[in-house]
């Protein structure tokens, strides 16, 4: 499992781990919507094998908290901490768009 979760981050441009009903979950399913980036969803709860991938997170990562937001293979972090500070907050900061740009997760015409 943990092979596929590895493959899973190298290879998609942007991929969000998450909870169904987590609220922070949510709000960066939220932001990653609003500026119309390309993103695949991870719904642990819901999807085969998620919870199998959470715990191999906790490896990956050093946590198993979500949601888990990799772009480029980068671990940028939750909603808003871990990582490179949190979807919610590299936003606010204005260098989320430039992170997913370079994965391609989302063109140069579309920044917000």
């Not at 979760?5 to 990653?32: D, N, Q």
């Not at 119309?36 to 946590?63: F, P």
Request: proline share 4%; aromatic share 4%.
């Amino acid at each position: 499992m943990k092979a596929e979760v590895e493959r899973e981050i190298a290879r998609k441009p942007c991929i969000m781990y998450s909870l169904s009903s987590c609220p922070f979950c949510k709000e960066a399913k939220g932001i990653l919507s609003g500026m119309g980036a390309v993103y695949t969803i991870v719904e642990v709860d819901v999807d085969e094998g998620g919870m199998a991938k959470k715990a191999e997170l906790g490896g990956i990562i050093g946590r198993t908290s979500l949601p888990a937001v990799f772009a480029g293979g980068n671990f940028l972090g939750g909603c808003n901490d871990g990582g490179l500070g949190g979807i919610a907050t590299l936003h606010k900061k204005g260098e989320l768009a430039p992170l997913l740009i370079k994965s391609g997760a989302l063109s140069a015409t579309q920044r917000i």
